[in-house]
């Protein structure tokens, strides 16, 4: 009897230390994994082959539609093409502002910023109750002081 609990018991520890596998853990060997949970996924380094695509190449054609890193279209409103380091010194609005870009930038504002900023600007949203750091107020004497461009493309962009 003693020794069926014993072999429970144990066979309990070893189940209980395989699903939580001891993560966080510094080894000085590699741990053991019974199933790797995406935690060791290959990497491949520019220009090397893999054996995974039927052409074998790692580097992956450009998807028709995508915008080289550094330069912004904003396609959907036929507004002019600028390099990202160009919008960042932009003192006007580059469009014209009327109610329908108004309503737009409050749109968007509402749904990708004020879940941080807070619906007034002031940085106290809601993600900073869930210990996320308070992001910079919108009444700061910094965000006051730039230029309208700026704001533009801050909202353009995010």
Same mark, same amino acid.
């Given at each position: 009897m003693? !020794?069926? %609990?014993?072999?429970?018991?144990?066979?309990?520890?070893?189940?209980t230390?395989? =699903?939580?596998? #001891?993560?966080?853990?510094?080894?000085? /060997?590699?741990?053991?994994?019974?199933?790797?949970d995406? #935690?060791d996924q290959?990497?491949?380094? =520019?220009?090397?082959? /893999?054996?995974?695509?039927?052409?074998?190449?790692?580097?992956? $054609?450009? $998807? +028709?539609?995508? #915008?080289?890193?550094?330069? /912004?279209?904003?396609?959907a409103?036929?507004?002019? +093409?600028?390099?990202?380091?160009?919008l960042?010194?932009?003192?006007r609005?580059?469009?014209? #502002?009327?109610?329908?870009?108004?309503? !737009?930038g409050?749109?968007?504002?509402?749904?990708?910023? +004020?879940?941080?900023?807070d619906?007034?600007?002031?940085? !106290?949203? %809601?993600t900073?109750?869930?210990?996320?750091?308070?992001?910079p107020?919108?009444? /700061?004497?910094r965000?006051?002081? =730039?230029?309208?461009?700026? %704001?533009?493309?801050v909202i353009?962009?995010?």
């Amino acid at each position: 009897m003693v !020794k069926v %609990i014993l072999i429970t018991l144990g066979l309990a520890l070893a189940g209980t230390l395989a =699903v939580l596998g #001891v993560r966080g853990q510094h080894f000085r /060997s590699r741990p053991w994994q019974f199933w790797d949970d995406m #935690v060791d996924q290959p990497k491949y380094k =520019v220009q090397e082959g /893999s054996d995974f695509y039927a052409d074998g190449r790692v580097n992956r $054609p450009i $998807p +028709a539609g995508t #915008v080289a890193w550094g330069y /912004s279209v904003w396609r959907a409103e036929g507004w002019m +093409a600028l390099r990202a380091e160009d919008l960042y010194s932009v003192e006007r609005i580059p469009v014209k #502002v009327d109610r329908a870009l108004m309503n !737009k930038g409050r749109d968007l504002f509402n749904t990708y910023c +004020a879940a941080c900023h807070d619906q007034t600007g002031s940085g !106290k949203g %809601i993600t900073t109750q869930y210990g996320m750091l308070n992001p910079p107020s919108y009444h /700061s004497d910094r965000l006051r002081n =730039v230029p309208d461009g700026y %704001i533009f493309q801050v909202i353009t962009e995010g």
